[in-house]
């Protein structure tokens, strides 16, 4: 079965760093785009970063662009999400998924995912 298991989630202060790992398996990662998605109280699951199989291209949202980087290890079937000058309002639950997309058109939009790690909880403090 496809699995992804997130892990690097915690605690900070506001201003920290914190580095998300999102291990794969079940199926050829490299070939697969992959994308980190939060989702915080009363609010709508929404895309952080993705990136194309090979790892060279990368999208992020504006809200974290410049503080966040998504990378990716394909021998190690591994997805990255460097995470620093957090904020308060990053505080979500961070998941990561598996894209069927090449282009990435639909990088932030959920649906177009297809499997889901359970998450991994990033609280920062003020």
């Known amino acids: 079965q496809v699995q992804l298991v997130e892990s690097g989630g915690g605690s900070v202060q506001a201003g920290g760093s914190l580095r998300l790992s999102c291990a794969a398996s079940?199926?050829?990662?490299?070939?697969?785009?992959m994308g980190w998605f939060r989702q915080a109280p009363g609010k709508e699951r929404e895309g952080v970063a993705a990136?194309?199989?090979?790892?060279?291209?990368?999208i992020y949202a504006d809200s974290v662009k410049g503080r966040f980087t998504i990378s990716r290890d394909n021998a190690k079937n591994t997805l990255y999400l460097q995470m620093n000058s957090l904020k308060p309002e990053d505080t979500a639950m961070y998941y990561c998924?598996?894209?069927?997309?090449?282009?990435?058109?639909?990088?932030?939009?959920?649906?177009?995912?297809?499997?889901w790690g359970q998450g991994t909880q990033v609280t920062v403090s003020s």
């Open positions: 079940g199926y050829t990662y490299s070939w697969y785009c």
């Open positions: 998924a598996r894209s069927l997309s090449s282009s990435l058109s639909l990088w932030n939009v959920a649906p177009a995912y297809d499997y």
């Open positions: 990136i194309f199989s090979g790892g060279g291209n990368t």
